[in-house]
């Protein structure tokens, strides 16, 4: 679960489909498909309903053990962001069933690019570029596939046989320990804030997602919408925690608020009294300071190997 991404909402998608319904000429009689034709997902899946789709979208889905590893890549590297059920996670990651991006992607080239230079999409956790390998990308590309060709229509819900919760308790508790000593006890301390740490989740993949994302309070469940710990009691609802931004203006007045939006141009940020204010910005005026309380988070989402996230999950889950 190294970070989190991959996209976005498909309305163009909704249109084009309209286009080419109006434009298709009469389907011929069902026979074998001509040599070289795109193969079909299996029957009653695929993009729209009853594997019907648009021939742009149509591709032959990969060697199943390229899609069981694209599977685990996905759960370490993805779920958290976008979800066990791929329609979106416990960091906002977008719904990937209904993103444009991936329903065009044919073999990984298109989302290799995104998670190998990041992606800013507006109302959104920034997504950083991740370290992932071509080919584990175009593995969890498979797997996305895969799933979104059984779908029972565009952007509907996954197939029922969906894959159990992963085994993710495979790390050195010790070696957690002293990663978590170096890189965490200067926020955390495991007989402060972290005290019980685990016995306020139902799983593993729940205390993993939670210190991934930074949610040492409380979760939503067994590993975002559609985790499947629903029969293990819920975690406390978790209160995201604002960045906020305080902007100082040529004449010395300091505005603060929670920061609902910043790029080259432009600051916006929602007063105590819900007010909004926005800024335009020239370079380094007015002066913006932000305080980002998942700062820590996110840089070590840059940091973290497989092995590091496994072994302070087996530590954390001995916070009873």
């Not at 759960?75 to 329903?103: E, F, Q």
């Not at 300091?254 to 007063?271: A, C, H, N, P, S």
């Amino acid at each position: 679960m190294r970070q989190s991404v991959i996209l976005g909402a498909a309305a163009g998608v909704l249109l084009s489909s309209i286009l080419i319904s109006a434009q298709a000429p009469a389907q011929p009689p069902a026979g074998p498909p001509p040599a070289g034709a795109p193969a079909q997902g299996p029957p009653g899946g695929g993009r729209g309903r009853g594997g019907q789709g648009f021939p742009a979208q149509q591709r032959k889905l990969a060697d199943p053990a390229v899609i069981e590893r694209g599977n685990t890549l996905y759960g370490i590297n993805c779920r958290l962001c976008h979800g066990a059920d791929l329609r979106g996670g416990d960091m906002g990651g977008v719904n990937l069933l209904r993103s444009p991006l991936v329903l065009n992607d044919q073999d990984g080239e298109a989302i290799y690019q995104v998670v190998h230079n990041g992606k800013q999409t507006e109302g959104l956790p920034p997504m950083p570029p991740l370290p992932l390998p071509e080919a584990d990308v175009k593995a969890v590309a498979a797997y996305i596939h895969s799933v979104a060709a059984r779908m029972a229509g565009q952007g509907g819900p996954p197939p029922k046989d969906a894959p159990p919760e992963l085994n993710i308790l495979v790390g050195d508790a010790a070696a957690g320990k002293r990663y978590f000593d170096a890189n965490c006890a200067s926020c955390h301390s495991a007989t402060g804030d972290l005290a019980g740490l685990a016995s306020r989740y139902p799983t593993a993949m729940a205390v993993q997602n939670a210190f991934v994302a930074g949610g040492g309070g409380g979760g939503r469940g067994g590993g975002g919408r559609g985790g499947r710990g629903a029969a293990a009691p819920a975690e406390p609802a978790r209160t995201p925690r604002a960045t906020t931004v305080v902007v100082t203006t040529a004449d010395g007045q300091k505005v603060e608020g929670r920061l609902d939006r910043i790029d080259d141009f432009l600051v916006t940020l929602t007063l105590a009294d819900g007010t909004q204010r926005t800024f335009s910005r020239s370079g380094n005026s007015p002066a913006v300071q932000i305080n980002d309380p998942l700062a820590g988070h996110r840089d070590l989402l840059r940091k973290y190997t497989d092995k590091d996230i496994h072994d302070v999950t087996a530590y954390l889950v001995t916070l009873k």
